[in-house]
């Protein structure tokens, strides 16, 4: 499969911080990719860059061959990409489908919500996360790990082409980390193309079969999760001098 997104020396300065610092890698159509790292590696900063929640400070990203680097998130989820956040947000007060409905009449949603519906298109998307059977209540008074299923509805309804998952897992019980997973996995077998970061560690490194490691804005490995696990430089970064990854 061919390269759908390319970051290329990505940079983003905050004053005299420097969130993430000449950061480069690709990920090809169809993988499914992790992120890690400590605290304030610059995670969720790389994740709003490509979304266009921030702009960089040099260097380039490119999705599908298009150079996306500085667009309005708007247009970039207009070219294909979504993303959840590690802070749940939603339409506290309409319903679960209309939440999901707004996102199926973005530019890509309409593509398919046309052909079908667009009511019809949101009860699907809802039917496999789980969660048509609570179409009709409003998203205040869904439990957390609903609360995440309906994140990840509302950005597959602009019909993406690669979707980012920032901290899914976050808060979440074991059995309802269970449940996100498995929803994931039939979004990647579906043919979504992901990119996940997570604080969960054992969930997220038996889930992908690449992952990359950053730390203080700056890529420190990138292979295998076993082989990223057994890094010592990942291991000092991310938990100390001389821990070892459960």
């Known amino acids: 499969m061919g390269v759908i997104l390319e970051v290329k020396n990505l940079t983003k300065k905050f004053g005299?911080?420097?969130?993430v610092n000449d950061f480069s890698f690709e990920i090809h159509r169809g993988e499914f990719v992790g992120l890690i790292g400590p605290n304030g590696a610059g995670k969720t900063t790389?994740?709003?860059?490509?979304s266009g929640f921030e702009k960089p400070s040099s260097g380039k990203i490119r999705?599908?061959?298009i150079d996306i680097t500085g667009m309005r998130p708007y247009k970039i989820v207009n070219k294909g990409i979504a993303r959840t956040f590690q802070l749940v947000r939603s339409f506290k007060y309409l319903s679960i489908l209309d939440n999901v409905e707004v996102s199926c009449l973005s530019q890509r949603g309409k593509q398919v919500s046309k052909k079908v519906g667009t009511e019809a298109y949101a009860s699907s998307i809802l039917?496999?996360?789980?969660?048509?059977?609570?179409a009709r209540i409003p998203p205040i008074i869904l439990p957390h790990g609903d609360l995440r299923k309906l994140q990840i509805s509302k950005a597959l309804g602009t019909n993406p082409e690669l979707l980012l998952l920032d901290e899914p897992f976050s808060?979440?019980?074991?059995?309802e980390q269970l449940v996100i997973t498995d929803l994931i996995k039939k979004l990647h077998d579906d043919g979504v193309t992901i990119f996940i970061t997570g604080h969960v560690l054992r969930e997220l490194m038996t889930l992908?079969?690449?992952v990359l490691a950053m730390h203080q804005g700056k890529m420190i490995a990138d292979g295998p999760p076993q082989e990223?696990?057994?890094n010592k430089i990942v291991l000092e970064a991310y938990l100390g001098r001389g821990a070892e990854f459960a």
């Open 228 to 230: 990223v696990a057994d």
């Open 46 to 50: 790389v994740f709003n860059l490509i």
């Open 127 to 134: 039917a496999s996360s789980g969660l048509v059977d609570k």
């Open 171 to 175: 808060g979440l019980s074991h059995e």
């Open 63 to 65: 999705f599908d061959g």
């Open 208 to 210: 992908v079969p690449r």
């Open 16 to 19: 005299g911080l420097t969130a």
